[in-house]
């Protein structure tokens, strides 16, 4: 079987899939891109590979690279155009966090996606970690009954990091994202277990605060989404970078009782790893039976070598058994991706609205995409025109010019 020739886009984020290229030997990492020179020399001069091109240009990458598929890990902003123009090429395309930025750009991808033959894999590795995984394996078994309820909780203090997250840039889109944008952390590992689509969302966004002004962030501290289910069911989404303590957690409620992770606010890093669950035989048994375990799996001990979790490795891991002709590989599409994003983008239009409920659309349907095919609304003003959002519902916050300059001084990566 031939190897399947990569090309990564990112050197940052990127750095996760640079790495498991060395572990997979279906995989020849053939070629990477970064518009920060700097880093790519940097990657240059540690992997010492001579058969590895390396591009400053995206568009002199995509046409002169040979590769079959990319791992796009640039800007999350930027995930769509690039994904677009990779499909048109023949690529096969691996997404990182999140698929689009606005609706218009949204039938964009799925269009281009329907009209070839390549493959667009949603690399949404929280679906991957250890609990999420298992419980989408108990619920299609049957083990949990019918799906009633289930919470995502991502929150992440970035404090400490987002000088180089941002580099003190104020334009960045970090900064100028809305509460409600970074949601498929928490979304996504609840539509992975269950399948079942979103239908509905209200969302809240919770205040501005001391944190985010130091970050020089402008977007209240988090977001939250209600999003009721196609089978009638409810599920919650929180999240957000302005929070004092970092938690991953994931919650399901079935008909035949419940299964949950370990929770990282009060159990470190490792929690997501361990799943406790208390199950009846059957609809209306209703005897307790605590259980407590770590899942594991033929590839845990491999995964976890890699980041996130070992999530990260089974994300790519599905990415490249789908290329590589496994017709079942656990791989996230793009109707699934959107779905994923969906409840974050009109959850905060359901903010800025007074709390409405919003309908979300089905993307499969050809004729749910036309109202959208123009609707370019964000809180970028290259792409928004005029139909540019705040990143906060009550106003956009003003942040001194001080804040950002003592953020570069700062920051580790010029």
């Avoid at 519902?393 to 010029?414: E, F, M, Q, T, W």
Wanted: hydrophobic letters at 35%; one cysteine or more; proline letters at 4%.
């Amino acid at each position: 079987m031939n190897k399947v020739k990569l090309g990564i886009v990112g050197v940052y984020r990127g750095k996760s899939m640079i790495n498991y290229c060395a572990q997979d030997c279906r995989v020849k990492l053939a070629a990477i891109c970064d518009i920060w020179k700097e880093g790519l020399e940097n990657v240059r001069a540690e992997l010492k590979n001579d058969e590895i091109k390396f591009y400053d240009n995206f568009d002199e990458f995509l046409a002169n690279a040979d590769i079959d598929a990319v791992v796009l890990a640039n800007y999350a902003t930027e995930h769509a155009l690039l994904a677009i123009k990779c499909i048109n090429a023949g690529k096969h395309v691996y997404s990182e966090v999140l698929p689009v930025q606005n609706m218009a750009e949204a039938v964009k991808l799925t269009e281009a996606v329907e009209n070839s033959k390549a493959i667009y894999a949603y690399a949404e590795n929280y679906c991957y970690m250890a609990a999420p995984r298992e419980m989408k394996r108990a619920f299609r078994a049957g083990e949990l009954g019918k799906f009633e309820y289930g919470e995502g909780e991502y929150f992440h203090n970035c404090e400490a990091g987002w000088a180089d997250l941002t580099y003190g840039d104020e334009n960045h889109w970090r900064n100028r994202m809305y509460a409600n944008f970074y949601c498929t952390h928490s979304v996504g590992p609840l539509l992975y277990i269950t399948g079942l689509r979103p239908v509905k969302v209200t969302g809240f966004e919770l205040p501005y605060n001391e944190r985010m002004a130091r970050m020089g962030a402008k977007s209240g501290l988090a977001g939250i989404e209600m999003i009721t289910l196609e089978n009638g069911a409810v599920i919650k989404s929180v999240h957000g970078v302005g929070i004092s303590k970092n938690s991953v957690w994931f919650s399901v409620y079935g008909s035949k009782g419940t299964m949950e992770s370990g929770r990282e606010a009060v159990q470190g890093s490792e929690g997501v790893n361990k799943v406790y669950t208390n199950l009846d035989r059957y609809d209306g048994e209703c005897v307790e039976r605590f259980i407590a375990y770590n899942p594991v799996d033929a590839f845990t001990v491999r995964a976890n070598a890699n980041g996130h979790g070992g999530s990260d490795f089974y994300s790519i891991y599905n990415f490249i058994s789908k290329i590589s002709g496994e017709k079942d590989a656990d791989v996230i599409d793009v109707y699934e991706a959107l779905d994923m994003f969906f409840p974050g983008l009109l959850g905060y239009r359901s903010v800025l609205n007074g709390g409405v409920p919003i309908e979300i659309p089905d993307f499969k349907n050809p004729k749910a995409r036309e109202k959208y095919r123009n609707d370019t609304a964000c809180t970028d003003p290259a792409v928004a025109g005029e139909q540019l959002i705040p990143s906060y519902s009550k106003g956009v916050p003003p942040v001194p010019k001080a804040v950002y300059d003592a953020l570069r001084k700062k920051c580790n990566i010029r």
